[in-house]
């Protein structure tokens, strides 16, 4: 059951990059597709790190773009409310765990798990800056659920953050520029930054974290289309760490971090309906 679980969060984590999908509303894209995307992501082992994580991922995915349950680009959720300016989603996200074992300054303590983020989430247009390219702010609020032995809650996050979009034409190439800081409560700092009394020693001393900025981050993401069923994709996040509640934690060691990812996207099914309600003009598969 574990396995599964943990298969569960790294599809949510990889699902947003695989889907290389286009910028917009996606109503002229098929309502489903099916395929593969495989990526290689390298990143701190948590915020505030010295250690890294990579992993290799290749994975089977199913897009779906309902009109109200989808599983795209912006990950696996429920939209409730859609207007010309105004979103409102319910949806999951994914993170890959670290164990502390590859981690010098966690050695001894418990790894961190696969973590699940699920909540609402409001998504406001504040302009298309043309055609090709609009505008618009998010304010994710997720709960965290470990998935290590079971399902465990490990707090909230908040993340407002800045989106600016662009597509080439005919979607040959899309990019997606983000802007945004991360605040976490009390128990998802305990999570990354506590060092209870019987996992200190002489160079990690006992810490107990306080709520309130995790990080801030600016992400860039763009894929290009290499032929109609093959999309390359890539991202690279920088992270400041400047600020946070907790840069006093013996496990918090840096001050920036930086995230990337490289991998491909092929399709192997898609749907001749569009996600908008009308019947491709491709032949079919």
């Known amino acids: 059951m574990n396995a599964i679980l943990k298969a569960a969060c790294w599809a949510a984590a990889l699902l947003p990059v695989a889907a290389a999908a286009q910028t917009g509303d996606g109503r002229d894209l098929p309502l489903w597709e099916i395929g593969i995307g495989a990526a290689a992501i390298s990143t701190p082992a948590y915020p505030g790190a010295d250690d890294r994580s990579a992993r290799g991922l290749a994975l089977p995915f199913i897009l779906y773009r309902g009109e109200i349950l989808r599983a795209d680009q912006s990950g696996i959720g429920a939209r409730l409310f859609r207007s010309d300016r105004v979103e409102f989603d319910v949806g999951l996200a994914g993170s890959l765990p670290s164990e502390s074992s590859d981690v010098d300054a966690r050695a001894g303590m418990p790894d961190l798990g696969t973590l699940l983020e699920f909540g ?166």
């Open 120 to 285: 609402p989430r409001l998504k406001v247009k504040i302009a298309d800056i043309d055609r090709a390219s609009r505008l618009r702010v998010e304010l994710p609020l997720r709960a965290v659920i470990e998935a290590r032995g079971g399902l465990h809650r490990q707090g909230w996050t908040f993340e407002p953050r800045l989106v600016y979009e662009r597509a080439g034409e005919g979607g040959a190439w899309t990019f997606q520029g983000q802007l945004s800081a991360v605040v976490g409560d009390k128990r998802i700092h305990r999570y990354f930054y506590d060092v209870q009394p019987q996992y200190a020693t002489a160079l990690r001393p006992a810490y107990a974290s306080d709520a309130g900025l995790v990080l801030t981050r600016l992400g860039v993401f763009g894929t290009r289309r290499i032929n109609p069923d093959l999309r390359l994709f890539g991202f690279l996040r920088v992270e400041s760490y400047r600020g946070a509640a907790n840069r006093e934690s013996p496990l918090h060691l840096r001050d920036s971090g930086v995230s990337g990812g490289v991998g491909l996207a092929w399709t192997w099914k898609r749907s001749s309906r569009r996600a908008g309600g009308a019947e491709s003009i491709d032949p079919p598969m």
